[in-house]
């Protein structure tokens, strides 16, 4: 048996093929560009995700050389927040607004400052912040500027969108419902009080279920173009970060898994729903538990600035380097708040304590610590409210680099995991999927017979209070900097 899944990212797709024992038989990346139509905007045709979608699952069945028949269900991994509005006929009326569109920042502005305080947002959505980019500012924008768009009969966003295409069913999973900003928490339905503000009603929008949720079968039109036998399950995923820590095993209390690549996002399981302004929570694919999701938006790609200063430099040449550096970088310090953070967009990011007698090298390794000491701040929080990670799992392209784990579990002193499978989002919604379509009977006892380590790297004890100089030396200059914690 096998699932095919799409993992639906912002700037390609990916699909993949997972056999019985979880390996990865085939994958196919298609990749895209967004279009900026208006300063702020962000817009892709909807014809595009599917053609990728088509191409891919054609691309994999045919590298994996499986029959039609062998693919026991499809799941899905997929960006948050991008939909778009369709007409009573299933014709899209305006492209995916995608998640990064701006055009909903000032009516969200506008709703703070009137009626819908952070903390109220909170306690509706798990939102720490009211944040423009979401996809209710969005279709509330609509009202003034494309009235017979937001008469629309559906919005679906962007997974929902291709399990139409496929079934012809309107589903969406709470966790991509959360994420849209527009779902009540508490009842795990949509948020009446929300809709009324945004000008639509719940009719308009998808039944919600649990991730894994079997919602269709595939009709004969699709199957044909994909090459998939019709009447191919298809489940439910989740959101792309959600979906990579399950792929990492992140199934139960005290684990964490991180993704160091652009951004850098933590996943923490817990026991319960926290209640924190500096992190945004919501409910785990797993029943019973929840998860806590601190989040900064700059992370690793400040190497990728870095690297690209240094005519003639790589990766591997920069961490092998920084690899020689001793810890704390001979005193630099990185803020890597290049794009702001979570909670001051306007901050920036910062080289501390330069001097002549530092090199390409050092600033290489003060950057990679930054992240590392990013993380600890990210994890902090947590920690705070009685959860204590007893493993991190690494995703993103920092889990690359040996250099870069072994700072995080010296940083941390706790150990650092890299998964066996890097396509940890494609496993995790192939996990759903499995569960979904009956071939176990649980999220976790899929994570348990899929999940497999690649390496873990130990703290270094001997490290713990260098490593506490780095991290105080990192607050510090925040602190100085922003004249308040660098988070």
């Not at 999973?173 to 009446?192: E, F, K, P, V």
């Not at 004969?220 to 820590?245: H, K, R």
């Not at 409210?385 to 392209?397: K, N, Q």
Request: aromatic letters at 8%; proline letters at 6%.
């Amino acid at each position: 048996m096998n699932w095919l899944t799409f993992d639906i990212g912002t700037t390609s797709l990916k699909t993949a093929l997972v056999g019985g024992d979880g390996a990865v038989l085939a994958r196919h990346e298609v990749e895209y560009a967004p279009e900026t139509p208006r300063p702020g905007w962000m817009e892709m045709a909807p014809q595009a995700y599917w053609d990728a979608a088509v191409a891919g699952a054609q691309r994999v069945i045919d590298e994996a050389e499986v029959s039609p028949q062998a693919i026991a269900g499809i799941g899905f991994s997929s960006q948050a927040q991008s939909f778009l509005a369709l007409d009573a006929a299933g014709r899209p009326l305006t492209p995916v607004i995608v998640w990064l569109d701006e055009r909903g920042r000032e009516l969200a502005a506008a709703w703070e400052a009137d009626w819908l305080s952070a903390d109220r947002y909170r306690s509706i959505c798990g939102y720490p912040w009211v944040i423009g980019d979401l996809t209710l500012f969005k279709i509330a924008w609509l009202v003034e500027h494309d009235r017979r768009a937001h008469r629309a009969a559906h919005f679906l966003c962007l997974p929902d969108y291709l399990i139409w295409r496929l079934t012809g069913e309107r589903a969406t999973d709470y966790n991509i419902a959360q994420m849209s900003g527009m779902l009540d928490l508490r009842t795990g339905d949509w948020c009446d009080e929300l809709l009324e503000a945004a000008g639509i009603a719940a009719d308009q929008l998808p039944p919600v279920h649990a991730p894994g949720t079997t919602v269709g079968e595939v009709r004969a039109e699709p199957a044909g173009e994909m090459g998939i036998a019709p009447g191919t399950p298809v489940c439910l995923g989740c959101n792309d970060q959600l979906a990579g820590a399950i792929g990492a095993g992140n199934v139960r209390p005290g684990l964490v898994t991180e993704t160091t690549g652009t951004a850098l996002a933590v996943v923490a399981a817990t026991d319960r729903l926290l209640d924190d302004a500096r992190f945004f929570v919501g409910r785990h694919a797993v029943p019973g538990l929840s998860y806590a999701m601190p989040y900064a938006p700059v992370s690793a790609v400040v190497l990728t600035w870095f690297r690209d200063l240094c005519a003639g430099a790589d990766y591997e040449e920069l961490t092998r380097a920084a690899a020689r550096v001793p810890p704390g970088s001979d005193g630099l310090c990185v803020l890597p708040h290049f794009s702001g953070t979570t909670a001051d967009p306007d901050a920036r990011g910062a080289i501390v304590g330069l001097t002549l007698g530092h090199g390409r090298a050092h600033i290489a390794r003060a950057i990679m610590e930054s992240c590392a000491c990013l993380l600890a701040e990210l994890i902090e929080p947590i920690v705070r409210h009685g959860v204590e990670p007893s493993r991190i799992r690494s995703l993103g392209g920092a889990a690359r680099s040996d250099a870069w784990l072994q700072m995080k579990a010296d940083m941390l002193q706790a150990p650092v995991e890299r998964p066996a499978c890097a396509e940890a989002a494609s496993l995790g919604a192939a996990m759903l999927a499995a569960v979904g379509t009956g071939y176990f009977e649980t999220i976790a006892e899929a994570a348990d017979a899929w999940y497999r380590p690649e390496r873990t790297f130990e703290p270094d004890e001997g490290l713990a209070e260098t490593y506490r100089r780095v991290y105080a030396q990192y607050r510090a200059a925040a602190e100085r900097l922003y004249e308040r914690g660098g988070g």
